[in-house]
């Protein structure tokens, strides 16, 4: 018989035997699990907390950058130009001038003739006035540099001051200051304008066997700065004397410069140019078409931010005004027209032309400047309120709606052009063209070059002895020969 099977009593619930070991690893496993997430979003916080702090200190610093860029733009001097001061008196009255409290101002002292100013001495005004807050030029004078140097200067006492009045960088001048400045001259000088240092470039400057300024230098009170390299001034008459010279050759016409008696030493000078190669590559080559412009300066971003510095965008609302050129030579004509353009409204575009669009209205081996050099020394002037470089020759509705224009102003004495269609039709019929009539109507790039010719001989000879005192600056400076 067969008894039913009795169902087990029921048994408490067990866990399997392997149950236990699997829980806890299970748990552990979540909880480490858990522990990870909590780690990896501690570090998230962490990260992200770090970044807000870089983006902090980058925003502070970006802050600080600005403040001092401001700081600049408020030491840049605003639109009116410094005052000359009055003559010097003799210095032998300088113990009557009592000083001047002392003023929260780092003042600092350059001097010089200055001629023909370009913008190698726009950069040591510049370097010279990074070395404190105020920069006062002293200006030699006509009488004194012809004394000195056996030829009067280009420019006149007039032009020159008025081209370093309008340098951004520089806060007063003083005229009149004669060409080689004794001690008591110095002293003098330190005492009436409150000078803390007298900067000069790094190259000695020997007049007659002593340093001009060693009585600086024994006052403890002398700077230099490092020397522009690759523009002078006798570089730029030497690419002046050479544009006529190359002329002559081309042309059977005799040389309006060399003239025929100094034809063979018109080519010995441009030789001695050449040898030098200031601007070997200035001579048309193969006419305009092959026209190169070279320049021994180099034009980093760096240096055209530096004298951009004081450049801004126009404020909102202003008035815009235009105008445009080559701006070749940039001389005291230029800039007394610049800041005549920027007293018709509230800011000054200065629009430049290219090398190729320059030479081909004005012909030659115009220009004397390359685009690169026309910039810098368009920027340096007070009246700019930025450059365009490159424009249309010709003004269309775009620029002028782009950059906004109300006025274009052209001056009623330019340098020749033989273009016949006009560049200003548009703003002419828009109604916003104005003329300027030119304060220094004598002053143009034909001018200045029928100056030197003038006194050609005068400057052949001072040209050749700098040249010769260069090549030695160079050779002793960088062991080598210019080339
Ligand atoms: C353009 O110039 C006029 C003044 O001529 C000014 O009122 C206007 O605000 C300027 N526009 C801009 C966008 O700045």
Redesign the pocket.
Same mark, same amino acid.
């Given at each position: 018989m067969w008894r039913r099977a009795t169902p087990p009593p029921p048994s408490p619930p067990q866990w399997p035997s392997y149950a236990l070991p699997t829980l806890i690893a299970g748990l552990s496993t979540l909880l480490l699990a858990v522990l990870a997430v909590l780690a990896a979003l501690r570090a998230l916080r962490r990260a992200l907390h770090a970044e807000r702090l870089a983006c902090e200190a980058s925003v502070a610093s970006l802050r600080r950058e600005l403040r001092l860029l401001e700081a600049a733009a408020d030491h840049a001097p605003a639109h009116p130009p410094p005052t000359p001061t009055a003559p010097h008196p003799a210095p032998e009255t300088a113990e009557a001038i009592p000083r001047s409290p002392r003023k929260p101002q780092i003042r600092i002292w350059m001097d010089g003739a200055f001629d023909m100013m370009h913008y190698g001495h726009v950069n040591a005004f510049r370097q010279g006035r990074a070395l404190g807050t105020h920069l006062v030029v002293g200006v030699n004078d006509d009488a004194s540099i012809t004394r000195c140097k056996g030829a009067p200067p280009v420019m006149n006492d007039a032009e020159r001051l008025a081209m370093i009045s309008a340098c951004r960088f520089v806060d007063e001048v003083a005229p009149a200051v004669p060409y080689v400045m004794d001690e008591t001259y110095l002293r003098w000088v330190i005492q009436r304008y409150d000078i803390d240092f007298v900067v000069h470039g790094d190259d000695p400057c020997i007049v007659d066997g002593k340093d001009v300024y060693a009585s600086a230098q024994a006052l403890g009170k002398y700077r230099t700065i490092p020397r522009t390299e690759g523009v002078s001034t006798t570089e730029i008459v030497g690419r002046m004397l050479l544009l006529t010279s190359e002329h002559h050759t081309s042309s059977s016409h005799a040389s309006p410069l060399l003239g025929a008696a100094a034809e063979a030493d018109g080519r010995k000078l441009t030789q001695v140019l050449h040898s030098f190669s200031l601007d070997g590559e200035a001579a048309p080559r193969g006419g305009s078409s092959g026209f190169v412009r070279e320049s021994k300066f180099m034009t980093t971003s760096q240096m055209l931010r530096l004298f951009a510095a004081g450049c801004a965008t !126009?404020p !909102?609302?202003?008035?815009?005004v235009y105008v445009d050129g080559g701006w070749d030579m940039f001389h005291a004509g230029h800039a007394n027209f610049l800041k005549a353009a920027s007293e018709l409204g509230d800011f000054l575009y200065v629009g430049i032309h290219n090398d190729v669009v320059v030479n081909s209205h004005r012909g030659s081996n115009f220009p004397i400047m390359n685009l690169n050099e026309r910039v810098l020394s368009v920027l340096a002037c007070r009246y700019t309120g930025d450059v365009v470089i490159d424009p249309p020759w010709h003004m269309t509705r775009e620029m002028i709606a782009a950059l906004?224009i109300?006025v274009v102003a052209h001056g009623t004495v330019a340098d020749a052009n033989d273009d016949e269609s006009d560049p200003y039709e548009v703003p002419k019929k828009l109604g916003i063209y104005r003329e300027i009539d030119s304060t220094m109507p004598q002053l143009t790039v034909d001018n200045i070059v029928s100056r030197i010719q003038a006194n050609h001989e005068k400057m052949k000879a001072k040209v050749t002895k700098k040249m010769a005192s260069e090549r030695e600056y160079y050779s002793s400076r960088y062991g080598f020969e210019a080339s």
């Open positions: !126009p !909102p609302g202003a008035r815009v906004n109300s």
